[in-house]
């Protein structure tokens, strides 16, 4: 049974870190890609990274290289550091898998989602 879950958020000041974790199941895990995706208030939900099953990464222009995702198999976990945050990164951040060897940040490309966790980021 597809199951994510995700963690993490909070409220952070401009310039901060804050790690999202995304809990799955075996089951979800073994999906080929999986990605972190957000949506800010009055906005279309938006791709962030994706990683795909041999790990190859892709990230949203906006958050190269101040975000990075990551994998740890041995938990079944998903990882997003996001480093030096400000207010633009404010969203709803959600989690998503799919059984596809594509991966790419295309919102309507993934089936299986999240409940999200909330990031504000406050100036």
């Known amino acids: 049974q597809v199951h994510l879950g995700e963690s993490g958020g909070g409220s952070v000041q401009a310039g901060g870190s804050l790690r999202l974790s995304c809990r799955t199941s075996a089951y979800t895990y073994s999906t080929d890609c999986m990605g972190w995706f957000r949506q800010a208030p009055g906005k279309e939900r938006e791709g962030v990274a994706v990683?795909?099953?041999?790990?190859?990464?892709s990230y949203a222009d906006s958050v190269k290289g101040q975000f990075t995702i990551s994998k740890d198999n041995a938990k079944n976990t998903l990882y997003l550091q996001m480093n030096s945050l400000n207010p633009e990164d404010t969203a709803i951040y959600y989690c998503a898998a799919r059984y596809s060897i594509s991966c790419l940040l295309q919102v309507g490309d993934f089936g299986y989602w999240g409940q999200g966790t909330q990031v504000t980021v406050s100036s």
């Open positions: 990683i795909g099953r041999d790990r190859t990464t």
